[in-house]
Each structure stands twice: as C-alpha cells, then as structure tokens.
C-alpha cells in the first residue's frame, strides 16, 4: 500500500464546476499536510498548507481528518488556470527518512 | 531571479557514462532536497541537507548515486555508472527551517531532465 494515496483521474470539468479531491495516507504520526499544484512540464509549487480546523484560500478549501487519515481538496468556480496536477503531501513527522512524501497527483482538466 | 536554480535544464547521456547535476538553492534557505519524478508519479525523496551535513538518504539511492553540499550552498548530484532506468526529472528543493519541520515548506527548481540511451 502506498504511504499517499490519489485518485490520478483525469478530472475533466467545465470552468465554473466544483471539484473535488481526496487523498488518504497511511502513516497515523503524519503530522502536517499539503497541497502542491504541478503544471504540466513544471515543477510542483506549494498551493496550500492543510489545518486540521480546515482551512480555506479563495477558491480553494482544504481539510483534514486525522481519524480518517484523510485529507481533501474543493476548488469552486474552477478556471481554465486551475488545469494542472495537484500532488497531495505528508509530512511524516521528524525523524523520517522520508521527509515531505508525494502522492502520486491528480490531473485536472477545466474545459471552456 | 532569486528562486531555486538548477542546471542543467535537460541531460541526454549514453548508458553507462557519469553525469553531474548542479542545484543553487535560494540563499537563505539552510535544508536542502533532491527529489526524482517519473512521468506519471509524484516526486520520491532521494536525499536531503542541512546545511553542508547530508542528513539522510533514501534507500532509492543506490551506491551509484553521490549527492554533496560542500559549503552549504550550492549541491550537485552525481550518478555514476547510468542505466536506462535512472531516467527521469531530477529535482531540487531548498527550505528555510529554524525549529519545527511540522510547517516545513518546500521551493523546487525546475528540474534536469535525465535521458539514459
């Protein structure tokens, strides 16, 4: 089992749709949590930090369930600019050798 | 440009030749990554630096892999020795971390692309 699971898609949805992603993660020490966004041919950048109060950026809500070991992504009012791959991440806690773990994305398609 | 430098851009090498990558973190950052990427899949942690002290090293790097930071700056990432399957982006990241890694934020370079023919 991977340590980060994604749906890998393609979610493809007209602009103005809401879309949604999960992700689970296997190790329950796991202490802090993102969402990187990676277009096409480019390297990931961070898009958003995940609280386990939730946390929202615009368009963009975050959460988290650290019962679940699940965390989620909600872009509303999707854009053609959100068309990209966004790579939920863990960090699994100091000490690891793993550092900030990837999963493998998510491809998203925002049709005109 | 004051972000993640990496050179270089792409790497084209024959099988078993060595190739050298080169990464400039942004300056303040003290803690830097490499990262490998295959088409498809999300970055693998290959090793990490605080500082010039390489720190840890995923079981990913094989003996063939050497990675230094000699001054605490700059970083390259040797492969010796490449096969086909070693291709793939090789990236780079740099963070600044004083305390707790609990909000640590990564900053990647954009990649050398490695093809092994």
């Known amino acids: 089992r991977k340590e980060v699971e994604q749906d890998p898609g393609p979610f493809n949805v007209p602009e103005g749709a809401t879309v949604a992603f999960n992700c689970t993660y296997s190790n329950s020490a796991s202490q802090s949590f993102f969402w990187y966004r990676q277009d096409c041919r480019k390297e990931p950048k961070l898009l958003m930090s995940v609280y386990s109060s939730g946390n929202e950026d615009g368009r963009f809500t975050a959460q988290l369930n650290r019962a679940s070991q699940y965390i989620s992504l909600l872009i509303r009012d999707s854009k053609l600019s959100d068309s990209a791959t966004y790579l939920c991440?863990?960090?699994?806690?100091?000490?690891?050798?793993?550092?900030?773990?990837f999963g493998s994305g998510t491809q998203l398609t925002v049709l005109p | 440009d004051t972000g993640v430098s990496q050179n270089p851009r792409h790497k084209i090498t024959k099988r078993g030749q060595n190739v050298t990558f080169r990464c400039d973190p942004i300056s303040e950052h003290n803690r830097l990554y490499w990262y490998r990427q295959t088409l498809g899949q999300g970055p693998e942690f290959l090793t990490y630096?605080?500082?010039?002290?390489?720190?840890?090293k995923s079981r990913l790097l094989s003996d063939r892999f050497s990675a230094e930071r000699p001054k605490g700056s700059f970083s390259t990432l040797e492969i010796q020795r490449t096969e086909q399957g070693d291709s793939a982006m090789y990236l780079c990241?740099?963070?600044?971390?004083?305390?707790?890694?609990?909000?640590?934020?990564?900053?990647f370079g954009s990649g050398t692309q490695l093809s092994v023919l």
């Open positions: 991440v863990v960090n699994e806690g100091v000490g690891s050798a793993r550092q900030l773990t």
């Open positions: 630096f605080q500082n010039e002290a390489q720190l840890e």
């Open positions: 990241a740099s963070s600044f971390q004083g305390g707790s890694r609990a909000n640590e934020k990564l900053f």
